[in-house]
């Protein structure tokens, strides 16, 4: 069975930092794009940051939303089966309930951060809270 896990999320003031995990089971991260996503209230989900599998051309590559650049690390740890968002300086607009996600890797790179129906599987998701 496929399932990802996040964890790491909670209340944090503006300018902390927080390490999201995604643990997944019953596939390798290493085979499949992993995406962090966020949805806000009343807001799309939109993409945070991605990381390429390494079986195709774009071979661990990540990308970043604007938002995120600067300030986001996303990193995968094969051994452990698991992704993480390292997110730095936050801000109470980085509010949201962060998923990861996994895609098939067609090599599309981009537009694995930007198009949420590329992927097959999601968590439940796991909630940030930046207070002013």
């Known amino acids: 069975e496929v399932q990802l896990v996040e964890s790491g999320g909670g209340l944090v003031q503006a300018g902390g930092s927080l390490r999201l995990s995604c643990v997944a089971s019953g596939f390798s991260v290493d085979d499949y794009t992993i995406g962090w996503f966020r949805q806000a209230p009343g807001k799309e989900r939109e993409g945070v940051a991605c990381?390429?599998?390494?079986?195709?051309?774009?071979?661990?590559?990540?990308y970043y939303a604007d938002s995120a650049k600067g300030r986001c690390t996303v990193s995968s740890d094969n051994a452990k089966n698991t992704v993480y968002l390292e997110m730095n300086n936050l801000k109470p607009e980085d509010t949201a309930v962060y998923y990861c996600?996994?895609?098939?890797?067609?090599?599309?790179?981009?537009?694995?951060?930007?198009?949420?129906?590329?992927?097959?599987?999601w968590g439940q998701g796991t909630q940030v809270t930046v207070s002013s």
């Open positions: 996600a996994a895609a098939v890797d067609y090599g599309l790179g981009y537009t694995y951060l930007v198009d949420v129906d590329e992927y097959d599987y």
């Open positions: 990381i390429s599998s390494s079986i195709t051309r774009t071979h661990g590559t990540a």
